[in-house]
């Protein structure tokens, strides 16, 4: 499976490109996105992904600037701008620094997996021309670009757990689809999110217990549980007692 990465300054634009195919029908999985140039560059640049599809006009870097800069930086990721309209002095120049395509919005689904196949066999080729060796290496740059990846996302919950998070905050905060972020999660710490996410606040939840005189509903609500009612019945389902019960055993 390849790896894909969307960038365009506009939420609904993103979120139409990624839910127009089923990706993995053409062998790729959208891994990233950004709604900026920059952040866009520094997200690439960490993650490494196979295919960038990036607008041309974004704030802070146009996509043409972002094509020059991961091209001068040595990164042969394939790569297919998008514009709002057609713009030929544009699509010369992105030619010129080896981009694969030039989509028109609004992308057609046909145009997309057009190109698609075609930007799969040009990897397939670029594989099969590095060898079983080079197959080895872009695998271990994936994963320790992964391994970079979960590592933030981990620490992220580790510094938060005390908010609202949901997957749907941390594919905000990470610009990666949901199902990816759970599958990364999963992969790092054997645990679904919602489990990990427990774990660490009923741990948290046991050393207030143990070093506060803080009332069971103030500890509730430090560890991310504002109805204590729930907190309660959510931690003795973790632990087999309740809080109060701990807290007479200390």
């Known amino acids: 499976m390849y790896h894909v990465f969307l960038a365009d300054d506009e939420p609904w634009a993103l979120l139409t490109l990624k839910n127009m195919i089923a990706w993995s029908d053409y062998g790729f999985a959208v891994s990233g996105e950004a709604e900026d ?11 490494n992904p196979d ?3 990036s607008d041309i006009r974004m704030p802070g870097m146009d996509g043409l600037t972002l094509l020059q800069t ?3 930086g040595g990164l042969q990721s394939e790569v297919l701008l998008v514009s709002g309209y057609t713009d030929f002095e544009y699509a010369r120049k992105a030619l010129q620094f080896g981009c694969a395509g030039y989509l028109v919005k609004p992308v057609e ?6 190109y698609l196949d075609k930007v799969k066999r040009r990897l397939d080729e670029k594989k099969a021309e590095r060898g079983p060796g080079a197959g080895e290496e872009r695998q271990e740059e994936g994963y320790q ?9 981990v620490k992220y919950i580790q510094e938060h757990y005390a908010q609202p998070l949901t997957l749907q905050v941390l594919s905000g905060e990470f610009k990666m689809s949901e199902s990816y972020i759970s599958s990364l999660i999963k992969k790092r710490t054997g645990k679904g999110f919602s489990e990990h ?6 741990r948290k939840a046991q050393e207030y217990l143990r070093t506060t005189n803080d009332s069971i509903e103030r500890i509730a609500e430090r560890v991310g549980y504002p109805d204590y009612f729930y907190f309660t019945k959510v931690y ?15």
């Open 37 to 47: 140039g920059e952040q866009a560059l520094a997200r690439i640049n960490r993650t």
């Open 51 to 53: 295919l960038i599809i």
């Open 70 to 72: 991961i091209r001068d």
């Open 109 to 114: 689904e046909k145009e997309l997996t057009e």
């Open 145 to 153: 670009s992964e391994k970079l990846q979960v590592q933030a996302m």
């Open 197 to 202: 996410l427990v774990e660490i606040r009923i």
């Open 236 to 250: 003795k389902k973790a632990t087999g007692i309740s809080p109060a019960a701990y807290r007479r055993q200390l």
